[in-house]
């Protein structure tokens, strides 16, 4: 990376298992997370801006990844890179070759991703889990994604169609006879994309009860789905026709899998009212880690796993089961300020990444450490 957040110039080598990216507070633990995301994806985590991006004092930033990908065997390597310019300038290639977008780009690597704000999944409201449902809905079944982009749009073309219904002040009957075409496709795209997601919950909540009990949580952990309305069709559609008048009210479709719920439980608990904060953090890494079985199961690939801050709020008995997890779990980075917060980190295969907090508030290089160095 050049000139991106804290780091003048920094290039990192990343083993295929565990790699620690230790150091201070503010030494750029989770910019050098946050680069490696925005490498393979175009994107920052944090949801930063590009001027936010880049270092300040420079015009411009850029980040590139070698990344490796395939079977073993069968390996291809895939040079990703992002070059930002603020305020609107942005350059992403492949193999040197520009592109449109990374997301889409079949080497591209997954990457789940932790971080202490992510908590929201098991304690915010329902919209960030019905969201992170969708993505990996998607994730476990490309072919999914345009099935949930129809429900969409079914839904806002009966939005737009209520509010126009309710401008021009149209009796019921006949809103209900313009409505009813809408309501079709609504309730037929509906039931289709409850369906996958109902699937999709199914494929991962035995691997995420798994990981749950592996790294120590007490109790039963369970991810189940909640839909908020029928999954049939017909019955939705009937449900649906029920509500028109509240819908003209509201100018919007009240009822539908918009509104639904991914429930995290234990032993029938929402951990969000019943758990600690880090029964809530091992519940939250128990759901990744169990999503990632489970794209691994259905695609034969891991997500590289960016995990920050993640030891806080962890007892030593935790830490150790996490670290033993994430021995057989694939490509991981974990942040911490201490190395030994990661019990067996001096381990021949874990990496090691020091952040050092340079002299000057910009100037910072990370160096990995290898088995050869040591
Ligand atoms: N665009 C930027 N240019 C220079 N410094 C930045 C930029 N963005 C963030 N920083 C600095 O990065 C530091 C935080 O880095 P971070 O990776 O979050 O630290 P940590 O090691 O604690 O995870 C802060 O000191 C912040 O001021
Ligand atoms: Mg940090």
Same mark, same amino acid.
């Given at each position: 990376?050049?000139?991106?957040?804290?780091?003048?110039? &920094?290039?990192?080598?990343?083993?295929?298992?565990l790699?620690?990216?230790?150091?201070?507070?503010?030494a750029?633990?989770t910019?050098?997370?946050?680069?490696?995301?925005?490498?393979?994806?175009?994107?920052?985590?944090?949801?930063?801006s590009?001027?936010?991006?880049?270092r300040?004092?420079?015009d411009?930033?850029?980040?590139?990844?070698?990344?490796?990908?395939?079977?073993?065997?069968?390996l291809?390597v895939?040079?990703?890179?992002?070059?930002?310019?603020p305020?609107?300038?942005r350059?992403?290639?492949v193999?040197?070759? %520009?592109?449109?977008?990374?997301?889409?780009?079949?080497?591209?690597?997954?990457?789940?991703?932790?971080?202490?704000d992510?908590?929201?999944?098991?304690k915010?409201?329902?919209?960030?889990?019905?969201a992170?449902?969708?993505?990996?809905?998607?994730?476990?079944?490309p072919?999914a994604?345009?099935l949930?982009?129809?429900?969409?749009?079914?839904?806002?073309?009966?939005?737009?169609l209520?509010t126009s219904l309710?401008?021009?002040?149209?009796?019921?009957?006949?809103?209900?006879?313009?409505?009813?075409?809408w309501?079709?496709a609504?309730?037929?795209?509906?039931?289709?994309?409850?369906?996958?997601r109902?699937?999709?919950?199914?494929?991962?909540?035995?691997?995420?009860?798994?990981?749950?009990r592996?790294?120590?949580?007490?109790?039963?952990?369970?991810?189940?789905?909640?839909?908020?309305?029928s999954?049939d069709?017909?019955?939705?559609?009937? &449900?649906?026709?029920?509500r028109?008048?509240?819908d003209?009210?509201?100018?919007f479709?009240h009822?539908?899998?918009?509104?639904?719920?991914?429930?995290?439980?234990?032993?029938?608990?929402?951990?969000?009212?019943?758990g600690?904060?880090?029964e809530?953090?091992?519940?939250?890494?128990?759901?990744?880690l169990?999503?990632?079985?489970?794209?691994?199961?259905?695609?034969?690939?891991? %997500?590289?796993?960016?995990?920050?801050?993640v030891?806080?709020?962890?007892?030593?008995?935790?830490?150790?089961?996490?670290?033993?997890?994430?021995?057989?779990?694939?490509?991981?980075?974990?942040?911490?300020?201490?190395?030994?917060?990661?019990?067996?980190?001096?381990?021949?295969?874990?990496?090691?990444?020091?952040?050092?907090?340079?002299?000057?508030a910009t100037?910072?290089?990370?160096?990995?450490?290898?088995e050869?160095?040591?």
């Amino acid at each position: 990376m050049r000139d991106l957040r804290t780091y003048v110039e &920094a290039e990192v080598e990343l083993g295929p298992g565990l790699t620690v990216v230790a150091g201070p507070n503010g030494a750029g633990k989770t910019n050098l997370l946050e680069a490696a995301y925005l490498a393979c994806t175009g994107r920052s985590f944090r949801g930063a801006s590009d001027r936010e991006l880049v270092r300040r004092g420079a015009d411009a930033g850029h980040v590139s990844a070698e990344v490796e990908s395939g079977a073993a065997g069968a390996l291809s390597v895939s040079a990703f890179s992002v070059g930002i310019q603020p305020p609107d300038r942005r350059r992403l290639r492949v193999d040197g070759n %520009p592109v449109d977008g990374l997301l889409d780009h079949p080497a591209r690597p997954r990457m789940s991703v932790f971080l202490p704000d992510r908590l929201a999944l098991v304690k915010g409201g329902p919209g960030l889990r019905r969201a992170h449902l969708d993505q990996l809905l998607v994730a476990l079944r490309p072919s999914a994604g345009p099935l949930r982009r129809g429900f969409h749009e079914a839904l806002r073309q009966r939005n737009a169609l209520l509010t126009s219904l309710r401008t021009r002040g149209v009796d019921l009957d006949r809103a209900r006879g313009e409505l009813a075409p809408w309501d079709r496709a609504l309730a037929s795209a509906a039931a289709a994309l409850t369906e996958a997601r109902a699937a999709a919950v199914a494929a991962v909540d035995p691997a995420v009860a798994e990981r749950a009990r592996q790294l120590g949580l007490d109790g039963e952990l369970e991810v189940a789905y909640r839909p908020r309305s029928s999954t049939d069709a017909d019955e939705l559609l009937q &449900a649906l026709s029920e509500r028109v008048a509240g819908d003209l009210e509201r100018g919007f479709t009240h009822h539908g899998p918009h509104r639904d719920d991914l429930a995290v439980r234990r032993e029938g608990r929402p951990l969000s009212r019943f758990g600690s904060q880090g029964e809530q953090r091992l519940a939250l890494l128990a759901l990744l880690l169990g999503e990632a079985d489970a794209l691994h199961a259905a695609s034969g690939q891991r %997500p590289v796993l960016l995990l920050d801050d993640v030891m806080s709020e962890l007892d030593v008995e935790r830490r150790s089961r996490l670290v033993e997890v994430l021995a057989g779990a694939g490509q991981a980075l974990i942040t911490v300020t201490e190395a030994s917060h990661v019990p067996g980190a001096d381990a021949d295969d874990v990496g090691l990444v020091e952040v050092e907090p340079g002299a000057a508030a910009t100037v910072r290089v990370a160096t990995v450490s290898t088995e050869a160095d040591r």
